[in-house]
């Protein structure tokens, strides 16, 4: 398949598009799901089963998606991904009772499962094996810009025009995922050899090179996904005085000038460098939030964390691309946000644990022992991930 040569063509552009509209629609509804559960009349134990659908159905989904990835054309699953995306926000805005919610729940689940693999195998596809880490870099800022900006509209909306017309929106943008990918060119049709390649290989549940990667993408996003679940009750229990709702508008800030200014040494610096960096950024911004008191102690924990997981985020998920052969890049993505999953789902579980068991001040305490861990993996792992950058 000829590849552009130019990170920015039309293309790059359309299915970075096509990204930060699926985000904007999943990140929407997040926020808005547990309370719109008890309004339906869902207890708050059934509430939390809802919440967490979308991540048990994506980790028991990733390896048949990253295996149809590398069959099919990219174009066709991230269609389908957000046709089932529109349906299931769809249904959210429709439904009658928290039973039909959780059904509905399952069928956007397939496609957000559907969407993040074959959207970063795609892009993938598009640009130069020599520039992918650039080209994940800004594709990165398009998911940051979307994780920041969504929740922000979505909870300040649903306080205005209540929960279903505020849903509307995320169903909209689900729906421009759709409209968006018409207008792609190159719909990444994998060629007769890669197809080959990829059924030869039987059903593969994990890119074997990728596990690593998985394993220290599911450690840095632990504390990441519990922060964005629960800074506010978070802030609240300590009674901290802090503008809580500037902390993540500060972190995609940093996160996009931070990507946009090291664009070039993702596909050069090896992946050590980038790891010591971010667990040195983990363990500021897990301290900076276990002392805070003040805004500026919440500003610097917010810089501290999109350097502790915005760049290592990045740099994980283009060194998957570039360790696991072509016919195996669907399968790889998925085995990424297969970690990513695991780090979505427990981490807030575990941060449920702790804040029932634990005096409040433990609540980020807990997550330094992720440093240590993500070291250990690094370490027994080193030359195969530092290698990445060399198979250009």
């Given at each position: 398949?000829?590849?552009?040569?130019?990170?920015f063509?039309?293309?790059?552009?359309l299915?970075?598009?096509?990204?930060?509209?699926f985000?904007?629609?999943?990140?929407?509804?997040n926020?808005?799901?547990?309370g719109?559960?008890?309004?339906?009349g869902?207890?708050?134990?059934?509430?939390?089963?809802?919440?967490?659908?979308?991540?048990?159905v994506?980790?028991?989904?990733r390896?048949?998606v990253g295996?149809?990835?590398?069959?099919?054309?990219?174009?066709?699953l991230?269609?389908?991904?957000g046709?089932?995306?529109?349906?299931?926000?769809?249904?959210?805005?429709?439904?009658?009772?928290?039973g039909?919610?959780i059904?509905?729940?399952?069928?956007?689940?397939?496609?957000?499962v559907?969407?993040t693999v074959?959207?970063?195998?795609?892009?993938?596809y598009?640009?130069p094996?020599?520039?992918?880490g650039?080209?994940m870099?800004?594709?990165?800022?398009?998911?940051a810009l979307?994780m920041?900006?969504?929740?922000?509209?979505s909870?300040?909306l649903?306080?205005v025009?209540?929960?279903r017309p505020?849903?509307?929106i995320?169903?909209?943008?689900?729906?421009m995922?759709?409209?968006?990918v018409?207008?792609?060119?190159?719909?990444?049709?994998?060629?007769p050899?890669q197809?080959?390649?990829?059924?030869?290989?039987?059903?593969?549940?994990i890119?074997?090179d990728?596990?690593?990667?998985?394993?220290i993408?599911?450690?840095?996003?632990?504390?990441?996904?519990?922060?964005?679940?629960?800074?506010?009750t978070?802030?609240?229990?300590?009674?901290?005085p802090?503008a809580?709702?500037f902390y993540?508008?500060?972190?995609?800030?940093v996160?996009?000038?931070?990507?946009i200014?090291?664009?070039?040494?993702?596909?050069?610096?090896?992946?050590?460098v980038?790891?010591?960096?971010?667990?040195i950024?983990?363990?500021?911004?897990l301290l900076m939030l276990?002392?805070?008191?003040?805004?500026?102690q919440?500003?610097?924990?917010?810089i501290?964390?999109?350097v502790?997981?915005?760049?290592?985020?990045?740099?994980?998920?283009?060194?998957?691309?570039?360790?696991?052969?072509?016919?195996?890049?669907?399968l790889a993505?998925?085995?990424f946000f297969?970690g990513?999953?695991?780090?979505?789902s427990?981490g807030?579980?575990?941060?449920?644990?702790?804040?029932?068991?634990?005096p409040?001040r433990?609540?980020?305490?807990?997550?330094?022992?992720?440093v240590?861990?993500?070291?250990?993996?690094?370490?027994a792992?080193?030359?195969?991930?530092?290698?990445?950058v060399?198979?250009?």
């Open positions: 398949m000829a590849k552009k040569e130019s990170v063509t039309k293309d790059v552009v299915v970075m598009m096509a990204s930060f509209f985000i904007f629609s999943n990140m929407y509804c926020p808005l799901i547990n719109y559960a008890k309004e339906l869902a207890s708050s134990a059934f509430a939390g089963v809802i919440v967490g659908m979308m991540s048990i994506a980790m028991f989904l390896p048949i295996n149809l990835t590398d069959r099919f054309s990219k174009y066709r991230a269609l389908w991904g046709l089932l995306s529109f349906i299931g926000v769809a249904g959210y805005v429709l439904t009658p009772n928290s039909l919610l059904v509905f729940r399952l069928i956007n689940g397939t496609g957000y559907l969407c074959c959207m970063t195998t795609w892009l993938s598009l640009v094996l020599a520039h992918v650039e080209a870099s800004f594709y990165g800022i398009m998911n979307a920041a900006c969504a929740p922000a509209v909870i300040n649903y306080h025009i209540g929960y505020a849903i509307i995320s169903a909209f943008s689900a729906l995922v759709v409209v968006t018409q207008f792609v060119s190159d719909r990444a049709q994998p060629s050899k197809v080959a390649a990829a059924k030869a290989g039987h059903l593969k549940l890119q074997k990728c596990i690593p990667i998985a394993l993408v599911a450690l840095i996003a632990m504390p990441y996904f519990t922060t964005q679940a629960d800074i506010v978070y802030t609240e229990q300590a009674h901290i802090v809580v709702g993540f508008l500060i972190y995609a800030a996160l996009v000038l931070s990507r200014f090291l664009r070039n040494q993702f596909d050069t610096v090896r992946f050590g980038w790891l010591y960096v971010s667990v950024a983990t363990v500021f911004y276990i002392f805070m008191q003040n805004n500026w919440m500003a610097l924990a917010a501290g964390m999109a502790a997981y915005g760049l290592l985020y990045s740099v994980c998920q283009s060194t998957a691309m570039m360790l696991a052969p072509s016919s195996e890049r669907g993505s998925a085995t297969l990513l999953d695991v780090g979505m427990f807030p579980i575990i941060a449920g644990l702790v804040d029932t068991y634990l409040i433990a609540f980020y305490l807990v997550w330094l022992i992720t240590p861990l993500i070291l250990i993996i690094y370490w792992n080193r030359k195969k991930l530092n290698s990445a060399s198979r250009h």
